[in-house]
């Protein structure tokens, strides 16, 4: 096992175009990194290069203390764990884990251990001699990831290895990864598009988008601090509500209302002119559900309501002004999304009775406000010691 180092890695394609632009990102021995991002931002060309199947146009990559930029991908010793069709259906589960083995001329009491300890710790034993088509999709992940473990590789790399399956199986795999990641202690290089997997796999979670690293930190980091207005809006689901705000003194004056402010988010963004605030649908509710003290409230004609038993999405329409609607149509670009961002989503307890049509009362957690620029999308009231790396940030003096 080893740790990776990745410094300044550029990637420039024949056209020119940096498919991945001056990325550093340390991963620590053992650690799960994620690498998310909407398709295109250069995740799996990042990829590629740690393993050694695209060219470094400049930087360094470090496996360990070596520096591996000019090594073959067979002398990086990785292993790319591949999706479960990747299996050789002709052979017993035993011959497929055993494959790379068999490939190196491995003896038989040699590939017999390895093969056995690896089935060992997948649980696989009493499926040695069935075959992959019998299997089930948890089975066949597990003979996939046996595959690399024999090879006694310093770290597995994924690239968007669940994203042909359907929710259910997609949610057990992603289980089954995780377990034995943390099993194995090894280190991993994980690609998706998907914000669940990064949320829910990572130790720590890097964020692209064109090429260029946003934010580098772990799931709640990303969560409670996004850098900005991007990663605000790719982690969570349903995703951050972005609307237009001014904010005089200690008042938020949004589209529905005003709201107060804590007094220190309040000072860092008072007298700023006009804003996009961001809050997460979670961080609403039901007035009529709590106790009065969790602070302000509006008032808002609710659109659609979808009541799901544990929890009700409820839908509010609201204007934004041209400044902020055209900032927030390019983040819908950006996130390669289409949800219409001028509708507030919130989620309500189940227990609501708010009706389709009707204008409720509605109270927000001010607190959990978050304030970017419309001009550059930073995020003003980041808490940096909470927020992993930002590296278009300014350091602060
Ligand atoms: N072989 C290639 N030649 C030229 N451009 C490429 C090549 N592979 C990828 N790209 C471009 O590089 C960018 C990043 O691609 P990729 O790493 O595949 O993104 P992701 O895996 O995040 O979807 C895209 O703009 C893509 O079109
Ligand atoms: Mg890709």
Redesign the pocket.
Known sequence: MASISIQHLV?K???G?P??NDVSIDIADGEFMI?V????????????MIVGL?DISSGDLKIGDRRVNDLAPRDRNLAMVFQNYALYPHLTVYENIAFPLRLAKKDNAEVDKLVKEAAATLELEEHLQRKPGNLSGGQRQRVAMGRAIVRQADAFLF??PLSNLDAKLRGQMRTEISRLQKKLGITTVY?T?DQTEAMTLGDRVAV?K??ILQQLATPRELYDNPGNLFVAGFIGSPPMNFLPVEVDGTSAKLPFGSVELPADKAQKVAGRGLLIAGIRPEHFEDASLTDGSGGSTFQAKVDVVEWLGNETYAYIPFEAPPEVAKQLHQLEKDLDGEAMRTQLVITLDGASRIKEGETAEISVDASKMHFFDPATGENLTVDPANAGQIPGAAVPA
């Not at 295109?40 to 590629?48: A, D, F, I, P, V």
């Open positions: 990637k394609y024949g056209d175009f498919a991945v690498l991002g909407p398709s295109g931002c250069g995740k799996s060309t990042l990829l590629r695209e690239d968007e690609v598009h692209l064109r090429g």
